[in-house]
């Protein structure tokens, strides 16, 4: 390295040095920001750009996480043009860590694995740009690993991987034990905590959290403070210690706020919302609530939203705002959607699997080169014949042991996939029964009605035979017969409705059955009004000054048609649900002169 470059490093260095230092004041952030782009104008050539790319990454981690992925690919860039593989990994690291936070999780793992691949290889310790005091490039390499395992580890918790989960958080703490690094030590630790508080092991946990602050305090950079107080606070709250847990969520609101730390000022803020849910003061709980909403809206945090949002529609709920609480309740239905679907849940186990088979395949590719220079060697003659025979029959049997194991894998992937496969149809169904949970009060009261008429009607038949008893008795055989003709219709009756009821009985367990997506004949009409019915009564039944007025205009000549009635009749029960509520509300601010009125209607066109 020239002259000149030493003297720019040594001008720069400490520019970075002292952004790095102000970042833990909330007053100096600005401050911070303009030191590190003032450090980036002044750079003169790739290195010192590639380390101001790093350092303006980590800055903008929790402020603005845009900045952050695009300062980490400027730092990607450099470090592959420059083939330094320690700081490449680090930068494909910080990439799959972002790329977490906004929910891609399959690119999150790709970038992950592509970072710990070159870490885990000794030799990328030779091509390391710059160390720490008296830090070793085997040190260096093993805190990249820490990280890059801790990323792993928070990665697979969004996948349910509970063993992957616990694995790579305790081998981020081997390595960061192993360089007596306090920082990584306390995230290794926070994790842990976290994942056995997940478990609800709260005795375990409280110990991993506890452990996290003593490695906190002994670091000196308290940026991870305010994570681990939220953490022992949701342990405090699952022991129903409220006072304690209160009082680790507001100071960590406090410490995060001082430290500019949104991601987890927005935890805290979430976490007191739902305190106050649970002991019942609204008021307070909502302010925390927009609170956290908004500093999640900043930050770009697709989890944070979602808690946010549940926070506001059970916030509505209790203060019987229903519009609020619905419209918050479908922004984190569509906001969990986005980010927790099955198709991504499975595009991470595939791409796991894809890793898998990418390097037996390399495998596979070694072996055959193997075998290509054993069969040149045997031009080279009769004196080298023997060995390169026993080379191919050693070769031959790793190559069947090789194939054994891929057909053994294989096996095992088709078995997971068809696995996952059912789960998604678990989770299909899961929905299906909780809607059906809903329509649980519609239907009592719908069967209600037939059961009401059966119990009438078996009771006047036990009269009408007394009665033709006594006529039998006394002669009157006409009398009799009258009698006989009444409890006649009277059974007819009976079992009209014994059928009504019958058939809100099937459509009830046809509703939470499977669908099995094959289409079959069906009465759209019977199927609407029926849904329409149960809609109403279970409106009512939630609440009781509910009221509307019901009509029906159906087309009798269109038959029974075929569809699949589980699919269609949840279309048709959320349709009718919602045009009650639109009329409710109508009604709400237009109390006189406006009648609510539901009609259902249906009419053949052609074919």
Do not use: C
């Amino acid at each position: 390295m020239n002259s000149f470059v030493r003297v720019i490093l040594l001008l720069l260095l400490p520019i970075v040095a002292q952004a790095q230092q102000d970042s833990l004041y909330v007053h100096n952030q600005q401050k911070r920001t303009d030191s590190l782009h003032l450090a980036l104008k002044n750079a003169t050539n790739d290195t010192i750009r590639m380390e101001v790319y790093s350092v303006l990454a980590a800055h903008y981690n929790v402020i603005k996480r845009d900045s952050s992925l695009y300062f980490s690919k400027l730092q990607l860039a450099i470090s592959q043009k420059l083939n330094l593989k320690l700081d490449e990994a680090n930068a494909l690291n910080a990439i799959g860590y972002i790329n977490r936070i906004y929910g891609n999780y399959p690119l999150s793992l790709q970038f992950s694995l592509r970072a710990l691949k070159i870490a885990e290889d000794p030799e990328s310790e030779k091509s390391v740009w710059r160390l720490a005091k008296d830090e070793t490039p085997r040190e260096a390499r093993l805190k990249v690993l820490a990280f890059i395992h801790f990323s792993l580890g928070l990665l697979y918790s969004w996948s349910g991987d509970i063993d992957k989960q616990l694995f790579h958080y305790r081998e981020s703490e081997k390595f960061a034990y192993e360089i007596n690094d306090y920082g990584l030590l306390a995230g290794a630790n926070l994790t842990l905590g976290t994942t056995y508080s997940n478990m609800n092991r709260l005795d375990s946990a409280l110990i991993f959290e506890f452990k996290a602050l003593e490695y906190n305090a002994k670091d000196g950079f308290n940026r991870t403070r305010g994570r681990i107080l939220n953490a022992i606070g949701i342990i405090q709250l699952k022991k129903r210690n409220y006072a304690l847990a209160k009082q680790y969520f507001t100071e960590s609101a406090q410490v995060s706020q001082k430290q500019y730390n949104l991601q987890a000022l927005g935890d805290a803020w979430v976490h007191l919302a739902n305190l106050f849910i649970d002991t019942g003061k609204t008021d307070s709980s909502l302010w925390y609530a927009k609170n956290a909403l908004t500093t999640f809206q900043s930050i770009g945090s697709p989890d944070g939203l979602i808690r946010a949002y549940n926070s506001l529609s059970s916030i509505y709920r209790l203060q019987k705002n229903i519009d609020s609480a619905f419209r918050y309740q479908g922004l984190a239905m569509a906001a969990k959607d986005s980010l927790n679907s099955a198709v991504r849940i499975t595009q991470l186990q595939n791409i796991r699997f894809d890793e898998q088979i990418r390097l037996r395949e390399l495998e596979e590719e070694k072996i055959q080169i193997q075998n290509n220079i054993r069969t040149y060697s045997l031009l080279a003659g009769i004196s080298v014949l023997m060995l390169i025979a026993f080379l191919l029959f050693r070769n031959n049997r790793v190559s069947k042991k090789a194939n054994s194991q891929l057909k053994k894998q294989k096996e095992e992937l088709q078995t997971t996939l068809h696995e996952l496969k059912n789960t998604q149809t678990q989770l299909i169904q899961s929905e299906k029964m909780a809607s059906l949970g809903e329509l649980t009060a519609g239907i009592a009261h719908e069967i209600q009605n037939p059961l009401n008429f059966v119990n009438n009607f078996s009771e006047l038949n036990t009269e009408l035979i007394e009665e033709m008893k006594t006529e039998l008795k006394a002669g009157n055989t006409e009398d009799a017969f009258t009698i006989a003709n009444d409890i006649s219709d009277n059974e007819l009756k009976i079992n009209h409705h014994g059928k009504r009821a019958d058939a809100i009985v099937k459509g009830m367990l046809q509703h939470s059955r499977s669908s099995s997506g094959l289409k079959e004949p069906t009465n759209i009409n019977a199927l609407a009004d029926e849904y329409l019915r149960l809609a109403y009564h279970g409106l009512r039944a939630k609440d009781k000054i509910f009221n509307a007025t019901m009509t029906t205009d159906f087309d009798e000549s269109i038959g029974n048609i075929n569809i699949i009635p589980q699919d269609i009749g949840r279309v048709i029960l959320n349709l009718i649900t919602n045009a009650f509520y639109a009329v409710t509300e109508k009604k709400k601010q237009r109390p006189e002169g406006y009648e609510p009125i539901v009609s259902v209607s249906t009419k053949k066109f052609g074919d």
